[in-house]
């Protein structure tokens, strides 16, 4: 059974940071892909981060300079540290294991979710 749970979401202010974790159990992440998506209320879910096996990361153009991913295997978790955050950043974050292929920042080519972090930013 695989289980995902996303911790280190709050409040910040404009400019601050945040980090957030996702520990995955009942699944390995180090030789596979692991992503961040994001949802705020009525949009859909977008691709935040791509985490490749072994470490590159691939970013989406709004969070690219400022947000970075990251793996620790020993942990079995996943991070993403949020830097110089902005209103616009405000939203709930997951992580996703389970990668089916095709384009990554698509959520629905994703296997497994966790119940998401809130990140509010003002």
């Known amino acids: 059974h695989v289980q995902l749970v996303e911790s280190g979401g709050g409040s910040a202010q404009a400019g601050g940071s945040l980090n957030l974790s996702c520990v995955a159990s009942?699944?390995?992440?180090?030789?596979?892909?692991v992503a961040w998506f994001r949802q705020s209320p009525e949009k859909e879910r977008e691709g935040v981060a791509f985490?490749?096996?072994?470490?590159?990361?691939l970013y989406t153009a709004f969070v690219k300079g400022r947000f970075t991913g990251s793996v620790d295997r020993a942990k079995n978790t996943a991070y993403l540290q949020m830097n110089n955050l902005t209103p616009d950043d405000s939203a709930m974050y997951y992580c996703?294991?389970?990668?089916?292929?095709?384009?990554?920042?698509?959520?629905?080519?994703?296997?497994?979710w966790g119940q998401g972090t809130q990140v509010t930013v003002s």
């Open positions: 996703a294991v389970g990668w089916r292929g095709g384009l990554w920042s698509e959520a629905f080519r994703w296997n497994h």
């Open positions: 009942g699944y390995d992440i180090k030789p596979n892909h």
């Open positions: 985490i490749l096996p072994y470490g590159n990361v």
